[in-house]
Structure formats: structure tokens, C-alpha cells
């Protein structure tokens, strides 16, 4: 997870021959992948949507259609609730198991997906468009580790006790918080899937999950392995369907006692206005992001470079996490933008099976668009458009790498998410001026900054308004470390102990003593 590229040994990478039979001796994606689960999955079993609707999975590199889905709306929201409540009862096989067998079924469920990481990294990458050796080294194993990381946390979640006034014993216990509604994106779907189900189910709760309806074929794979890997019936439930449908009805649902999502800021506020009209439900949102990304004229301009490409175009610009404000001091603008627009036109773009390709399609025809019109928006509004801008190919939903320059911070290139590969690079004179300008934004996600003056580093990190800063690096995640933002970017944390609170409910209980002793 700490890099979007696959390191190949050095000595390969500058001789092409080498280069290509090194390749050769990579994994090889599974040609023509059955299509093995497209129900719902409710209670360990494999069941019809109540409705009888279906939707299509696209391929969106050819942008045709993979399989229909079974459709989930609130009548099978409504009966995987019921399966979860019972799975959560008083009493129940799941409540009743121990903190160290919870552990073992979660380590359980890491070595099935690693057994089939291989057919699942091809799904993803059929489903999704993501390239596939990447999605191997990168998701793969992302999401393994998660699952293993939460594991091997679950018989250590325990409370304290406390040194109360007066004759009495005190001491608190943290407790699941019940059923929990989880709501994951398609960008990246397997691993989303592991950061919510890792930390709910290592503290004990239930689950009903539902995967992004352009990217349910992962997901719906991994609730076969929950089931093989011997968790009990209705703990873990996984819904394919709509946003408006299936999403607005785990978000309002009564019987949902937490809701955790990840998507864009404008449908994290349905989630949370949802949640508080309905049984006031715990939330969680990790949300939009327009990172900035400080580059000091002292910093290693050729790591400063390739970090600052990789931090935007990585999975085709299509990241929370994505470094899209670039501001970089004015001593070296001039040539940071060469270099930036040298590399972005050496990206590769093409079949995601291809094991050269850096860059896939667009998720969808829509999303294409949409990063199409925001290109479009910085032309108009005056920004120099230094290379890309342009739809790729006869089929699928590709785009060129697009660098900016000379970007002003009112466009919308600068203001707004794009999702999309689009680099908006700026310039900046004072430290004082790139932390103001860096700050002034809506979102507060993540942040990086590059330079080899400590002093520049620290004070840039602790001034800067989000959830995660990175210095001389960029998209450095860690199942160790807590991820999240501030301000509009959401509420709470993922990963890390810092998860497992989000999932606990913490009591204190307090005894009344005859005679207390120290």
C-alpha cells in the first residue's frame, strides 16, 4: 500500500529487453475468469433480490457488459438487518465465541483471499480497470495485510481500570456497537471491503456491507470466502445495489445501529443527515480530498517530480488521497513543470491486462465525461493546458494524462475533486503563502511536502489542516496507520487502533466495595 508503482530491480528498468522478460516471468491474470457470484448474499446463503431487478457489471476498458448483478433495494436491506440482529442476539454462536476465535476466522479469511488473489486481482481489474499487476502487489496485498493487522487484534481490545473516589471499583470494557451498515466506493473495491469488514468484526460487531454498484464482482467473491472461512450465518452480509436504494436504506434503517461510508462529500452528507433523522446511528465518513502537495526549491527535484506524478495520476487520478494542488516555489516552477510534463507524456495508457500499462480507463462513460468537462472548465477559465486534455481510443472510457500550469486558486481545476488524471501545478513564494493557500479549501484529507530542511517540513506538517501529512513522500498508507480527515473530508478514522474505536462502544461499570485498598 505504500506505493502505486511495482518496483522492478533498477538494473532491469533502463534495458528494454531485460525489461520485458522480466515481465514475463510476473504473474499472469486469469484469462477469461468465470463469473462465479452475482447474487446477494444474506446469512451465508446466495438469494434472489426481493424485487427481481438486476443490474449490469461493465468491463470499462471495452466498456462492455461483464454479467447482470442481482439488484438489492430496502426489502433485502430489511432481511439482512434481520439476519445481522439475530447473528448479534444475546446468546448467539457469534457473541458467545471468543475475542482469539474472531481473530482466527478474520486470519482465516486473509489466507482465502491470498489463496485467490490472483483470480481476484483479474476480477478487479475486468470490473474496475485498474491495471492488473498493481492491483496484485497493491490492492492484494493491502487487503490481506488488513485483514491479518485486525486479526491479531482482536483478543487485545480490553479497558481499564480506574482509581474512583470513594469505596468503590471502577473499571470500563469497550463493546461492539451492534449491526453496522458499511458503504464502500469502486475505486478501490477490495480494499475498501477489508478496512471495513477488519476492524467491525475484530470487535464482535455484525455487518451489512454494500459494495459500489459499478464494482460489485470482488466483493461478492470475498462473501463466498466468509462463508468457507466459517463465520456464522448473518454476520457478515454482503448487498449489492444503488446509492439512492440500497445505500439510503442502510443509512436510515432503524434496525442499523453505525454507518460507515466512503465516497464523495456531497453523498456523505445524505449519510449523516439520514443517520440523525432516523435512530441518531454512529457514523463514520472518510470523504472527498483536493490535497496539496508543497514542493520546496530545496527538495530533490527528480523524487519530487516522479512522487508528484505518481500522487496524482496513480489508478488514473481516481484517489481520495490524489496530490492535484501542486504548489511549487518559484525558483524552480519552470522546470518542475518541464519535468512534470515530460513524465506525464512517458505514462502509459492502455489494457489494464497489459503488464506495461500505468494507466487504465475511467471507471465509467460518466466519470469520463465528467473529467472531461473539469479539463475543459480550466481551459476557459485561463490556465495553460501543457499536455493531454483528450479522450483515448475507439472504446473504453481512457484519458490522457493532463498537466496544467499556471493555475490560479479561484478555477475550478483548483477548487473542485476532479477524480481524474489532471495535475494543476502553482506557484508560490513564502512558506507563509503555500501553507495559507494550501489551507484555504473545503477538504482536509491529506497533504504532502517536499524539501530537506527539517525546520520547513515540521513547520509545513503541523500547520497543515488534514488528516494525514506526508514529508519527501506521497500516498504512504499503512494498515498501522489512522487515515481520515478534517474539516469536510469527514468524520472519524480507518485503520490503525484508531479504527477499532470507531467500531467499539466503550462502558464503565462501577461496584460498590465494603473496604477498598490501594
Known sequence: MTSSKIEIPGELKSDPAALMASLQLMPSPVPNPEIKYTKIFINNEWQDS???????AYNPATGEQICEVQEADKADVDKAVQAARLAFSMGSVWRRMDASERGRLLSKLADLVERDSVYLATLETLNSGKPFLPTLFVDLQGTIRTLR?????????????????????SFTRYEPIGVCGQIIPWNFPLMMTAWKLGPALACGNTVILKPAEQTPLTCLHVASLVKEAGFPPGVINILPGFGPTAGAAIASHMGIDKVAFTGSTEVGKFIQEAAGKSNLKRVTLELGGKNPNIIFADADLDMAVEQAHQGVFFNAGQCCTA?????????????FVRRSVERAKRRIVGSPFDPTTEQGPQISREQQSRVLEFIQSGISEGAKL???????????????????SNVRDDMRIAREEIFGPVQQIMKFKTMEEAIERANDTQYGLAAAVFTNDINKAMSVSTAMQAGTVWINCFNALSTQCPFGGYKMSGNGRELGENGLKEYSEVKTITMKVVAKNS
Not at 149 to 169: N, R, T, V
Not at 324 to 335: A, D, F, G, K, L
Not at 386 to 404: D, H, N, Q, Y
Open 149 to 169: 493487522y485486525f486479526a491479531g487484534y482482536a483478543d487485545k481490545i480490553h479497558g481499564q481500570s480506574i482509581p474512583m473516589d470513594g469505596e468503590y471499583l
Open 323 to 335: 496530490g492535484s494542488r501542486i504548489y511549487v516555489e518559484e525558483p524552480i516552477y519552470e522546470e
Open 50 to 56: 426481493v424485487s427481481g431487478k438486476v443490474f449490469p
Open 386 to 404: 501543457e499536455c493531454g486534455g483528450k479522450a483515448l481510443g475507439l472504446k473504453g472510457f481512457f484519458i490522457e494524462p493532463t498537466v496544467f
